[in-house]
């Protein structure tokens, strides 16, 4: 069974914090995909990586940067988090091929 | 206007009941049609994929495809409380960015005892 774990279920912070979420595949995908998923809004790619070192902007790539250094391990990085980046973030990973793999999500809440 | 339009729901029904969800889409491109479910503070997962057109059918799941019109549907038959969930169509080309998938904002659907 793929299993995408992200390191935190809930997170609260502060506004102007640096905040890391960070997801791990098992799997030996090669692609991974941070989105964010708001009520109303349905889910937004923010960004994604097809290999190592390689990354590309998603839909809504504005406050956010990400990081692949290593295969199995992609990390999303909030440099300085706002009130309105308050979300659920969901990692996911794939072959390739049409089916996603999701993480159980993080919650996000920035004060 | 978005790639992909899901009919936004929520959807109410009783158990037993049959039940239709709707996407339509404007990207002639997309050859790959899933249906994602994702349970309350859960992550989506795969459900129904179907490519190109044409219908699949999974147990009380079935999948339609009409790449004429550009619309997909998910039915549910003899609905139960467990299919309570959103449930998210998606969709994908081919080549280079066929890892990347498009989502609709998502329907929730409540199956009511």
């Known amino acids: 069974d793929v299993k995408v774990t992200q390191s935190s279920r809930y997170l609260v912070k502060r506004t102007g914090e640096k905040v890391f979420l960070e997801c791990v595949q098992d799997?030996?995908?090669?692609?991974m995909f941070w989105y964010r998923q708001d009520p109303g809004l349905g889910l937004r790619l923010i960004y994604f990586?097809?290999?190592?070192?390689?990354?590309e902007k998603g839909d809504i790539p504005e406050g956010y940067s990400v990081s692949r250094e290593k295969k199995e391990r992609f990390s999303l990085i909030l440099e300085s988090a706002s009130t309105n980046q308050t979300s659920m973030y969901l990692c996911?990973?794939?072959?390739?091929?049409?089916?996603?793999?999701f993480g159980p999500g993080t919650r996000l809440t920035v004060l | 206007q978005k790639e992909v339009e899901q009919d936004p729901g929520p959807l109410s029904v009783p158990e037993g009941a049959i039940v239709s969800l709707n996407c339509t889409y404007s990207?002639?491109?997309?050859?790959?049609f899933m249906w994602y479910r994702q349970y309350s503070r859960k992550g989506p997962e795969l459900l129904m994929y179907?490519?190109?057109?044409g219908n699949k059918e999974d147990g009380r799941f079935t999948a339609q495809v009409d790449k004429s019109s550009k619309y997909i549907s998910l039915f549910i038959r003899d609905s139960q409380p467990s299919d309570s969930a959103t449930y998210l169509c998606?969709?994908?080309?081919?080549?280079?960015?066929?890892?990347?998938?498009?989502f609709g904002d998502g329907t929730t659907l409540t199956v009511k005892p």
């Open positions: 996911a990973s794939s072959y390739g091929g049409y089916e996603q793999f």
């Open positions: 799997m030996d995908h090669e692609n």
């Open positions: 990586s097809y290999d190592v070192k390689m990354k």
């Open positions: 998606a969709m994908s080309g081919v080549g280079t960015n066929a890892g990347k998938s498009t």
């Open positions: 990207n002639s491109a997309f050859q790959y």
């Open positions: 179907t490519y190109s057109s």
